[in-house]
């Protein structure tokens, strides 16, 4: 849509999307001086992809850190991510992430009044020393509350149930604004000297999935439900680039019925996944997204097999906890008994 005279409302900074990245936004624009900032969001309620996560955020070189005796730094963590995921299209902004860590958990802590710690437990997966920052909780629904508070705080309107219908743009291709629609017949066109999109990924597009990311098309979606990629479809209109499509966040180890993620920690400490034959057909350390893939190719259903000791270390853990008092995990003394109760080969599984 083209840019014409004749706006119903003007900002100087417009987020659109409410989860953690645009409430730290909005926080972050506020704080600088910036007179006028609003937030427009789709949803009634919050519930971006932070808060179905642990809302643990990576940071190398950190004061916690230092406080927990951990040495890290920038070029660590940058190192790391290369090996992890190999060459791709954003290089030069995953190299400033990775240099802004530490300042934006520092800044969560000391201005957002975030309740984030260095989480010590466990490396992260690709990570050479521990740099989770994280609630105690590992709840992401704790760090959206807290940078809810933090926005309320400083008084900036956030308009929730208002989703976006399109973004505007100048004769130049500039993005001047977005039409937004409050209820089920009034558009609202607002005007902003910049619009920054929060909307995050395309996860609960179907399509898009099939398009841009077949190799994980069709696998159960556990992310928020809000990830309906209309930045993807807007930026394309606009004639927008697009880069790293075929990337994704997956979750190997999901508990069925319970539809609640498996803490990864049970595999991180040395648990392994079998298919349902009873066998292990991968190496798991490549990390649980690294892994999504994998299983999908196996006969289902796989089943993560740990110990007594993993499980009371995962159980420092709400929602591991949770799944265990559902019962979503079985035990047994014995490999033959462990594959008896799950139904698997217990010669193949002893192997």
């Known amino acids: 849509m083209t840019a014409h005279a004749g706006w119903d409302q003007e900002v100087d900074v417009l987020v659109i999307g409410a989860g953690a990245c645009g409430l730290a936004a909005a926080i ?54 290369t090996t992890l995921t190999g060459p791709h299209d954003m290089a030069e902004l995953t190299r400033a992430l990775v240099q802004e860590s530490a300042g934006l958990v520092e800044w969560l802590v000391d201005v957002v009044g975030a309740r984030l710690a260095i989480v010590t437990d466990y490396r992260h997966v690709g990570h050479a020393v521990p740099r989770l920052h994280g609630p105690k909780s590992r709840r992401g629904q704790d760090l959206v509350d807290d940078l ?4 309320e705080k400083r008084g900036i309107p956030m308009a929730l149930a208002n989703p976006v219908r399109d973004l505007v743009v100048d004769d130049a291709g500039a993005v001047v604004g977005a039409v937004v629609q409050g209820d ?29 990311c077949p190799e994980i098309s069709g696998a159960q979606y556990f992310g928020a439900e809000g990830s309906t990629g ?11 680039a697009l880069a790293n499509m075929g990337a994704y ?12 993620l498996l803490s990864w920690t049970t595999i ?71 594959a008896a109760v799950a139904g698997l080969d217990a010669h193949r599984l002893e192997a």
């Not at 916690?64 to 790391?80: K, N």
């Not at 009034?186 to 999935?209: D, H, Q, S, Y």
């Not at 209309?230 to 927008?240: D, F, K, T």
Request: with cysteine; hydrophobic share 40%.
């Open 184 to 212: 089920r017949t009034r558009e609202t066109r607002i005007g902003a000297r910049k619009v920054i999109l929060a909307t995050n990924g395309f996860g609960a597009n179907p399509e898009l999935l099939r398009t841009h």
């Open 249 to 260: 966040l997956g979750y190997a180890v999901v508990a069925y019925p319970h539809g609640s």
């Open 28 to 81: 972050a624009a506020h704080d600088e001086g910036v007179p006028r900032v609003a937030i427009v969001e789709k949803f009634a309620r919050l519930s971006g992809d932070t808060t179905v996560s642990t809302g643990s955020v990576a940071a190398a070189g950190t004061r916690f850190q230092r406080e927990a005796g951990i040495e890290d730094s920038p070029e660590l963590m940058l190192e790391d991510f």
């Open 230 to 240: 209309e930045a993807v479809l807007w930026g394309c209109r606009i004639g927008a």
């Open 148 to 151: 809810v508070r933090a926005v």
């Open 268 to 338: 991180e400490k040395g648990g392994v996944v079998v298919n349902a034959h009873g066998e292990r057909f991968g190496d798991e350390s490549v990390g649980y997204s690294g892994f999504a893939g994998r299983v999908m190719r196996q006969p289902a259903p796989t089943f993560a097999i740990f110990d007594e000791r993993i499980r009371e270390i995962a159980a420092r853990e709400e929602e591991f906890r949770k799944l265990l008092d559902l019962g979503g995990a079985k035990s047994a003394t014995s490999v033959p008994a462990l």
